[in-house]
């Protein structure tokens, strides 16, 4: 059975990669949540890559601040996508924007916005790829846009009648 892996640099990023977790819950993916750091554990961090990926493990999803090397440490053991989510730990994000974004190439790592909009969109991609060989998925992920598609449409409808158009 395939999963995704939410990997962390440390527990203060939870509250935003938790968003990650909600999303692909929501759209029935299974996932495993790991804080594991590319600087202070990196052994055990190519550990939980290769265990993972031969367990199943169809994409990462890695979320890390400042310096934000996780998702490019993961890359360098791994074939499978890995989605990086640049934290907001200092400079507005900006930092850990560019480091993730910046990849030799060879070495993908897609990249999203940065904090909890790019944890919940990390989510959705992982749930696009797997949806490629699962039907069941593909519709859930329909069906999840035409939810959303909706709430606008009443958000709009509530608009118009509060000012009177």
Not at 54 to 63: L, N, S, T, V
Not at 72 to 91: D, E, F, K, Q, Y
Not at 148 to 153: C, G, P
């Amino acid at each position: 059975m395939s999963f995704v892996a939410i990997l962390m640099g440390s527990e203060s990023d939870w509250p935003v990669m938790q968003n990650a977790s909600e999303t692909l819950k929501k759209l029935g993916i299974k996932f495993e949540v790991r804080i594991t750091s590319a600087h202070r554990t990196p052994e055990a961090t190519m550990e939980y890559v290769s265990d993972a990926q031969h367990r199943g493990c169809a994409a990462f999803i890695c979320g890390a601040g400042m310096a934000a090397h996780l998702a490019g440490a993961v890359a360098a053991h791994t074939v499978r996508p890995v989605i990086g989510v640049p934290m907001n730990a200092s400079l507005d994000g900006l930092d850990a924007l560019l480091s993730t974004v910046q990849m030799p190439a060879g070495i993908p790592v897609a990249t999203v916005a940065v904090g909890k909009a790019g944890a919940r969109n990390a989510a959705y991609l992982a749930a696009q790829m797997i949806a490629l060989a699962d039907s069941k998925l593909r519709d859930r992920l329909v069906a999840d846009r035409e939810e959303n598609r909706a709430k606008v449409q009443s958000q709009n409808s509530r608009l118009q009648a509060e000012i009177g158009e």
